[in-house]
């Protein structure tokens, strides 16, 4: 790894641990209704070692979605909320929850990305390599 590849590793990481720590009160929502979605829980080797699969349904954001299919833990930034744990797996140190939508990373917070019936979404329990 070349010290470029570092130096930007490095940043990221500051910038979630910034994100995480720095940003709101932390707050907690019971799900809306846990049967309603299909949702399944995988582990996937590598960077995501915890995986959830949700559909999209019109004019539902991504996190409704989760919340309506597990119990979530959040922050409220300025961005938006940020997910710091699904059913009890918490993120944090190197783990960080990430999510797509059809195979693409928003460039907003889930709580304001609304999704269509035929979406794809996955949060990953994203690994940070070191």
């Known amino acids: 790894m070349s010290r470029q590849q570092s130096i930007n590793r490095l940043i990221l990481l500051l910038a979630v641990a910034l994100i995480i720590h720095g940003c709101g009160k932390q707050q907690e929502a019971e799900p809306l209704d846990r049967a309603q ?62 999510y797509t939508v059809n195979d693409t990373t928003p460039k907003t917070a889930s709580d304001k990305m609304f999704t269509r019936t035929g979406d794809r979404v996955v949060w990953r329990l994203r690994l940070q390599s070191e």
Do not use: C, K
């Open 37 to 98: 979605d299909s949702a399944s829980a995988t582990e996937t080797p590598g960077r995501d070692s915890v995986t959830f699969e949700l559909a999209g349904q019109d004019s539902v954001t991504a996190f409704e979605l989760l919340q309506r299919a597990h119990y979530v833990e959040f922050r409220s930034t300025a961005m938006g909320l940020f997910v710091t744990g699904i059913d009890s797996v918490q993120g944090g140190g190197n783990a960080f929850w990430i």
